[in-house]
């Protein structure tokens, strides 16, 4: 899938914390297609509030959400593109029963190649069914929170847990009221970051992209 880039108006500054400056700003928004596979078939009321949460976090990043409702076992949704998973603009993410070997804490996980390149992310629903986080934060809020956060690894390469925020490696309580606010986001560093190794592959893949030659 091609890269897309659009251009808005930078209004969503405020959230970051920006200053007037930053509120006149043109900036490119990202589009970012995202397949998702329900394995554990999460119900339907369930995946839209998750959706509506994973846009908005990704929005105030500048990142435009495509969710691509892929179906599930025995009933995988056909010719709307779901497979044409492709770095950086097309990713995909599987919801899980469980994860192999994986402890009760652990929500999900994205794979990355040895450069920090992946396109494909799995989020666990049984535990997170069972995690305690649910007593603060809505379960569909959650799923979405978790979705963007496997995304956010994807998007930002190897080594991109943060010390606070949505990108935290384990959420301590702070990090849940924020997610049931709806305040738990990307940081601005993070943000800028996704965008620009978003736009450098984009650039590197249209570099190597044959040439057709125009005849006389």
Known sequence: MACKIGVVLAALAGLFGST??????????????VSVFNDAEVPHSVLQVAKARA???????????????????GNWVQNIG?????????LSVRLAHNGRFRTGDV????????????????????????????????????LGYIVVHELGHLLLGLGSHSADGLMRGKWDF????????????????EAERMR?????????????????????
């Open 174 to 189: 702070a990090a849940l009221q924020r997610a049931a606010r709806g305040t738990l986001i990307f940081s601005p560093g």
């Open 82 to 90: 779901c497979r044409d998973i492709a770095f950086p603009s097309h």
């Open 107 to 142: 929500f999900g996980e994205s794979y990355l190649d040895e450069k920090g390149v992946g396109d494909y992310a799995s989020v666990y629903v049984e535990p997170l069914a069972a995690s305690k986080a649910l007593d603060v934060v809505d379960e569909g809020d959650l």
């Open 55 to 73: 846009e908005t976090v990704l929005d105030a990043a500048g990142i435009a959400l495509t969710w691509l409702d892929c179906g599930t076992p």
């Open 20 to 33: 007037t400056h930053a509120q006149h700003k043109e900036e490119a928004t990202i589009r970012l297609t």
């Open 196 to 216: 620009a190794r978003y736009l450098a592959a984009c650039a590197k893949q249209k570099a190597t992209e044959p040439r057709t030659a125009v005849g006389d």
